[in-house]
């Protein structure tokens, strides 16, 4: 028997949810959500919540429960969303109001969480909590304002003392912690500034003001070429960055400047080196590491150019801008040893020892030391007139000169007090002579050794000069009748 086709009736499924099981369902999803918000597990509370929305996407509750869960995982722009969805499905959704108010102020917008907070009580005008975040929000705004003036007068420990305030009401506010950053790295605390913008780059690492801030702090530690990559970095993400675009200017004027400067000295042009220093530390007062630099490169080119009093004022800039800048401390010192004065020398080689031990270090010290007893002594050099490296000759004819220009006889008509005076001068240059005319004794003089032992307390200034003259009667010295006229005569 032949098959029969037969076209059956189809039933309508009868396994499509209505509206009331969505809601049944929902509501299911809802307690669970609050059960896992209960225990703080807010991911699992975040799931429930979205699937209560997604099976009833009308009510505003969920996305206020949703909300609340994303501010407890620090998402406020997400809670955000959420909170705004809730007020427009009830705009008297009081919850709505002030969850979106806390968003607004932890993303760092006092005056639209003050509109919400204001909104919640003209619904509730009895609520503590509006009460207590509106005034919140007024003194972010408070905080906000006294920043801005710190800034414009530049006092950025204020405004960094601001910003922490801010913060603790706003602590989702990347604009307060790029206005942070920015001030703690123009106070020279770079590490600091460096660890803000860096949480916010691993968070968002397209965000143009940390990039500039992270770029600032290499710029401010003298790492010229990688300020200026991350400035350029910066400038494609923000192309109107103004103060990306100002820093970047300005750290490649300071480099090209700077190895302007250097190229000048290794040509030994010394006077071009020193004008191309000056003009670069017209270029950003504000880099404290690249001008202490350049202040020390201008002492070293001063020096070169025997401008020893303008160097020490160049490297006491540079020690002023960073006093662990051993280089300056140690270009200081020299010039203080050009300028015989061996105190200052002596104390800056005595910081730089204690700070690096080297054996150079210890000798520079003691070489100062050294000078420094001897610059207490008399210097046999000045009373004769004659330089260091004098000749035994050059030694003999300055004492000539002096001798007989101070020898007691030639004075024998002066006041008792010029006598007294000359008599002095006469002794010295005598004591000059006996010490630098011996080889063994001007030896040890030069090596800073005393020389009490060698008997100079004993010292007659007369015998050497009868010794040096040939004894009595080959010299003598005869006046004219006016005072101060003589003339010498020799047997």
Do not use: W
């Not at 669970?32 to 509370?45: D, H, R, W």
């Not at 919140?136 to 530049?154: D, S, V, W």
């Not at 040509?267 to 202490?292: C, F, G, S, V």
């Amino acid at each position: 028997m032949a098959a029969v086709d037969c076209d059956m009736p189809v039933e309508p499924e009868s396994n499509i949810p209505t509206q009331e099981d969505l809601e049944r369902e929902a509501e299911i999803f809802k307690e669970k959500g609050n059960a896992f918000y209960i225990k703080k597990e807010y991911s699992e509370a975040f799931n429930y919540y979205t699937k209560a929305i997604d099976a009833c996407p009308k009510n505003a509750s969920y996305y206020g429960n949703r909300a609340a869960t994303l501010m407890m995982l620090s998402r406020f722009r997400e809670a955000l969303e959420d909170s705004q969805q809730a007020v427009r499905l009830d705009d008297c959704f009081t919850k709505g109001h002030l969850r979106e108010g806390k968003c607004h102020l932890s993303l760092g917008n006092a005056m639209a969480a003050s509109r919400c907070f204001q909104k919640v009580l003209e619904l509730d005008p009895t609520n503590t909590q509006a009460l207590q975040e509106h005034k919140n929000a007024a003194a972010l705004l408070e905080f906000e304002k006294m920043a801005e003036y710190g800034f414009e007068k530049r006092d950025f420990r204020k405004v960094v003392f601001c910003m922490d305030r801010a913060l603790e009401f706003a602590s989702a506010c990347h604009k307060f912690k790029i206005l942070k950053a920015e001030c703690l790295a123009l106070l020279g605390r770079y590490h600091e500034a460096q660890s803000v913008a860096s949480d916010i780059l691993r968070m968002d690492s397209t965000n143009a003001d940390a990039l500039y801030v992270r770029g600032l702090c290499l710029y401010y530690e003298d790492c010229i070429e990688k300020a200026v990559q991350f400035f350029v970095q910066a400038l494609r993400m923000a192309p109107d960055h103004e103060k990306a675009r100002l820093a970047c200017r300005n750290a490649k004027a300071l480099k090209a400047k700077k190895e302007e400067g250097n190229n000048a000295f290794k040509d030994r042009d010394y006077d071009a080196a020193y004008q191309l220093y000056t003009e670069a530390l017209t270029i950003d007062p504000n880099n404290i590491k690249t001008n202490a630099k350049l202040y020390c490169n201008r002492a070293t080119a001063g020096a070169k150019l025997n401008k020893l009093e303008q160097a020490i004022e160049d490297c006491s800039s540079a020690i002023k801008l960073d006093e662990s800048y051993i280089k300056a401390y140690l270009r200081r010192a020299q010039c203080y040893m050009d300028l015989e004065q061996y105190e200052e020398a002596v104390r800056d080689y005595e910081k730089v020892y204690h700070t690096e031990k080297t054996k150079e270090h210890k000798t520079l010290l003691k070489n100062a030391q050294l000078e420094l007893k001897k610059s207490k002594r008399k210097d046999y050099y000045k009373v004769l007139g004659v330089s260091k490296d004098a000749t035994e000759d050059e030694i003999k004819k300055a004492y000539r000169k002096r001798a007989l220009m101070h020898h007691p006889d030639r004075h024998s008509g002066a006041s008792a007090e010029v006598q007294k005076e000359e008599e002095k001068k006469f002794k010295e240059v005598g004591e000059a002579f006996t010490v630098l005319s011996d080889p063994k004794k001007k030896s040890r003089y030069d090596s800073g050794q005393d020389l009490d032992d060698d008997g100079m307390g004993d010292f007659d200034a007369n015998n050497i000069f009868k010794a040096f003259f040939g004894g009595p009667g080959n010299f003598s010295f005869e006046t004219n009748s006016a005072p101060g006229n003589f003339f010498f005569q020799f047997g």
